[in-house]
Nanobody
Framework: QIQLVESGGGLVQAGGSLRLSCAASGRTFRNYALGWFRQAPGKEREFVAAMNWSGGKTYYADSVKGRFTISRDNAKNTVYLQMNSLKPEDTAVYYC????????????????????WGQGTQVTVSS
């Protein structure tokens, strides 16, 4: 079993940048696929970004393409979400997730693919 803890959320003005971190403990996620999801008030949780187990492929929701970047540091057991050009509609609780399975990167848009979830970190983007 692994535990995931997100950090780096906060308040930022529209157009600004923020980097979220998700640190894993218990086991290495070197061979785990990783993802980021978010949930705004009154909305369902939605996919944001994912990276396959080898780190060679990424996948992004259309709403964040060109603005957000997912990356990983296996030595630190940490996955990051760099968020640039933030918009008010990016306001949400952001969750990181991991799975020991190895589906195609495009399949990682589904919550059901993930075994482990963090507690979430709040991101608020002001106008």
């Amino acid at each position: 079993q692994i535990q995931l803890v997100e950090s780096g959320g906060g308040l930022v003005q529209a157009g600004g940048s923020l980097r979220l971190s998700c640190a894993a403990s218990g086991r290495t996620f070197r061979n785990y696929a990783l993802g980021w999801f978010r949930q705004a008030p009154g909305k369902e949780r939605e996919f944001v970004a994912a990276m396959n187990w080898s780190g060679g492929k990424t996948y992004y929701a259309d709403s964040v393409k060109g603005r957000f970047t997912i990356s990983r540091d296996n030595a630190k057991n940490t996955v990051y979400l760099q968020m640039n050009s933030l918009k008010p509609e990016d306001t949400a609780v952001y969750y990181c997730a991991a799975t020991r399975f190895r589906p195609a990167v495009g399949a990682l848009t589904a919550e059901s693919q993930y075994d482990y979830w963090g507690q979430g970190t709040q991101v608020t983007v002001s106008s």
